[in-house]
Antibody, heavy 119, light 108 residues
Framework: QVQLEQSGAEVKKPGASVKVSCKVSGYTLSELSIHWVRQAPGKGLEWMGGLDREDDESIFAQKFQGRVTMTEDIATDTAYMQLSSLRSEDTAVYYC????????????WGQGTLVTVSS | DIQLTQSPSFLSASVGDSVTITCRASQDILRYLAWYQQKPGKAPNLLIYAASTLQGGVPSRFSGSGSGTEFTLTISSLQPEDFASYYCQQVDSYPRVTFGQGTRLEIK
């Protein structure tokens, strides 16, 4: 059983960067493909990007190209998502999620991290 | 990119009713479609994958159907705990995935 534990809420000023962590337990990070999905207040789910474990390459939604970085620390089984040049529209709950090994559907989700961008 | 259009965006129903939500894809995605339920303040929960396969532990009143570009989620005999938001997701282009815009199901 995979468990994903995310870091706590953040408040950032416009133009700053935020880095959200997602610690894996139950599996090793290298067995999983971590994706990031965000949800602005009152809005729907928006896929930001994820790791293609076959190529070990991160794939990003066009909207976030150049602003998002996804990294991994295999030693601590922790994935990170960093979003830069924050603006008010980036205020959202950010989720890490992953398919169970061998599938493409998001079986497991972190609890979410609220990022608030405000001057 | 593959676009998903859900309808309706909002649905009002009573306990015991049966409801259907539709998800249309902008191109053929075979059966690579999932449905998620999300309750306020919680992460989404996978209900159905491969268009019609129930995830373990999901009640049988939930069912999915469709292939190609048109898919449906049906909830028969609505229970109080079913009032939530529902999202479809395509994984045909995995790892690049997309979600529908969501359907909010409220108690009438």
């Amino acid at each position: 059983q995979v468990q994903l534990e995310q870091s706590g809420a953040e408040v950032k000023k416009p133009g700053a960067s935020v880095k959200v962590s997602c610690k894996v337990s139950g599996y090793t990070l290298s067995e999983l493909s971590i994706h990031w999905v965000r949800q602005a207040p009152g809005k729907g789910l928006e896929w930001m990007g994820g790791l293609d474990r076959e190529d070990d390459e991160s794939i990003f939604a066009q909207k976030f190209q150049g602003r998002v970085t996804m990294t991994e620390d295999i030693a601590t089984d922790t994935a990170y998502m960093q979003l830069s040049s924050l603006r008010s529209e980036d205020t959202a709950v950010y989720y890490c999620t992953t398919p169970e090994t061998g599938t493409w559907y998001f079986d497991y989700w972190g609890q979410g991290t609220l990022v608030t961008v405000s001057s | 990119d593959i676009q998903l259009t859900q309808s309706p965006s909002f649905l009002s129903a009573s306990v015991g009713d049966s409801v259907t939500i539709t998800c249309r894809a902008s191109q053929d995605i075979l059966r690579y479609l999932a449905w998620y339920q999300q309750k306020p303040g919680k992460a989404p929960n996978l209900l159905i994958y491969a268009a019609s396969t129930l995830q373990g532990g999901v009640p049988s009143r939930f069912s999915g159907s469709g292939s190609g570009t048109e898919f449906t989620l049906t909830i028969s005999s609505l229970q109080p705990e079913d009032f939530a938001s529902y999202y479809c997701q395509q994984v045909d282009s995995y790892p690049r995935v997309t979600f529908g815009q969501g359907t909010r199901l409220e108690i009438k």
